[in-house]
């Protein structure tokens, strides 16, 4: 009896050490697998201030900066990005042009085109065969509420007389996050303002980032978090490996199994 209680805890011992070994691998890679260290991430010096440079926003979060050129990696290949007085994206082409524009259009990145270039979004399609011209103020990974707070901070054109507000089931769901690490998984400088239902109205939640000092009390951001947000309850915790990672991928066995055979591959 002693001698098979010494075997199945060697034969314990071996599958613990190689599923350590096997989830740091595949966490360095892959950002949906997530263990203990993800409840305080690392946040880098120099990332932040690269945040706090080019997209960082006190009241919405992040937002594409005024009269400036994003460098975007897509499918290996660089596409730069070219952004207006307004913080509007277009085309390179026309950005020296005088336009008079008839609508603009508010969204996540299903509005911004993310994977076309800069002459190729619908708003650009739209303005070629008639005499109207579009603003495309579409930011990736915005939720309705940031559109909302993006609209109406937003000094539009008086002439302009028609809003297009474009939105997909994940610019719902993003609406209930204050910190979207919860609910995309390593998405850690993604701070945001949201709604609140408070006394059958709609109350407005301040981005819980304010500056980069706000990074030196991080821990005590992200704890007062931990009680608030939705996704922690219903998505993080849930897919939280933890040690040891034997009994902890049994938990969710059939979700789990999918994720490291997905990883693998893309790996």
């Not at 979207?180 to 981005?207: G, M």
Request: aromatic share 18%; hydrophobic share 40%; net charge positive.
């Amino acid at each position: 009896m002693v001698t098979f209680i010494i075997i199945l805890a060697i034969f314990f011992i071996a599958i613990e050490f190689t599923l350590v070994i096997t989830i740091n691998h595949l966490q360095s890679k892959i950002p949906w697998i997530i263990t203990e260290k993800d409840e305080y991430p690392i946040f880098e010096e120099k990332k932040v201030q690269n945040f706090f440079e080019k997209t960082f926003d006190t009241n919405l979060g992040w937002n594409w900066k005024p009269n400036t050129v994003h460098k975007e990696k897509i499918f290996s290949k660089i596409n730069k990005i070219y952004f207006g007085k307004f913080g509007e994206r277009k085309s390179k082409k026309l950005k020296n042009k005088k336009k008079r524009y008839h609508f603009a259009s508010f969204g996540d990145s299903f509005v911004f085109c993310r994977y076309v270039k800069n002459n190729e979004t619908w708003q650009e399609q739209i303005t070629r065969p008639s005499s109207y011209q579009g603003l495309n103020l579409g930011v990736g990974n915005y939720g309705l509420d940031q559109i909302y707070l993006k609209y109406l901070n937003t000094k539009l054109p008086k002439n302009i007389k028609t809003i297009f507000i474009g939105f997909v089931p994940e610019t719902l769901s993003r609406c209930l996050c204050s910190w979207k690490h919860y609910h995309e998984f390593n998405n850690i400088y993604a701070f945001k303002p949201k709604f609140i239902n408070y006394k059958n109205n709609l109350k407005l939640v301040s981005n819980p980032i304010k500056d980069t000092k706000s990074f030196i009390d991080i821990r005590k951001i992200i704890n007062i978090l931990k009680k608030n947000e939705f996704f922690y309850k219903e998505k993080f915790i849930k897919y939280k490996l933890s040690f040891p990672y034997f009994f902890s991928l049994l938990s969710n066995p059939k979700f789990n199994l999918k994720l490291f055979i997905y990883s693998i591959f893309k790996i």
